[in-house]
T-cell receptor, first 112, second 113 residues
Framework: QKEVEQDPGPLSVPEGAIVSLNCTYS??????FMWYRQYSRKGPELLMY????GNKEDGRFTAQVDKSSKYISLFIRDSQPSDSATYLC????????????FGAGTRLAVHP | KAGVTQTPRYLIKTRGQQVTLSCSPI?????VSWYQQTPGQGLQFLFE???????NKGNFPGRFSGRQFSNSRSEMNVSTLELGDSALYLC????????????FGAGTRLSVL
């Protein structure tokens, strides 16, 4: 079983839609949960960072963590064509010397 | 504040050659991590350096090595290149005060022919 499972998509939605991106994980030692966005030919850009179960909101983005189910989600409200990118979930073990474990990434296309 | 800078952006090498990639972290960041990104394997951790010491290493052969200088700049080296080493190599830096948040550079795209 992989440590992290993420549906690679691609996911295609119309502008204005609510997007839900998900990852499951198996390592109980993961204590930090992140979402990165990566545009084509660019490096990953941190979107959301949390270390506790529950929801964290930042503008149109909401990150949700359920440690008991080992499941994290990213919701994008009022999606825009500029949101078209690959979204990567990432995990970090506390004291793990910055070794991020990434999901495979979900490609999202938002069409006008 | 300038971001993470990686040079060069693109490289073309042939099998058997060696290559050195460079990374300048965000000013004040002492940790530098390296990752390999390929379509098949995704983003995989190579190694991490902090204050010139390698603290963690991923599951890559010994042909992949790195080092960090006293100014926190880092280099990674790949010797005896193989076709499968073609990838985007990403460098990320972080600060101890930010609990593991890593900021990535744009990467170096290496093509091995």
């Amino acid at each position: 079983q992989k440590e992290v499972e993420q549906d690679p998509g691609p996911l295609s939605v119309p502008e204005g839609a609510i997007v839900s991106l998900n990852c499951t994980y198996s390592n109980s030692a993961f204590q930090y949960f992140m979402w990165y966005r990566q545009y084509s030919r660019k490096g990953p850009e941190l979107l959301m960072y949390t270390y506790s179960s529950g929801n964290k909101e930042d503008g149109r983005f909401t990150a949700q963590v359920d440690k008991s189910s080992k499941y994290i989600s990213l919701f994008i409200r009022d999606s825009q064509p500029s949101d078209s990118a690959t979204y990567l979930c990432a995990f970090l073990v506390a004291g793990g010397y910055n070794k991020l474990i990434f999901g495979a990434g979900t490609r999202l296309a938002v069409h006008p | 504040k300038a971001g993470v800078t990686q040079t060069p952006r693109y490289l073309i090498k042939t099998r058997g050659q060696q290559v050195t990639l460079s990374c300048s972290p965000i000013s004040g960041h002492r940790s530098v991590s390296w990752y390999q990104q390929t379509p098949g394997q995704g983003l995989q951790f190579l190694f991490e350096y902090f204050s010139e010491t390698q603290r963690n290493k991923g599951n890559f052969p010994g042909r992949f090595s790195g080092r960090q200088f006293s100014n926190s700049r880092s280099e990674m080296n790949v010797s005896t290149l193989e076709l499968g080493d073609s990838a985007l190599y990403l460098c990320a830096s972080s600060s101890t005060s930010q609990g593991g948040i890593q900021y990535f550079g744009a990467g170096t795209r290496l093509s091995v022919l």
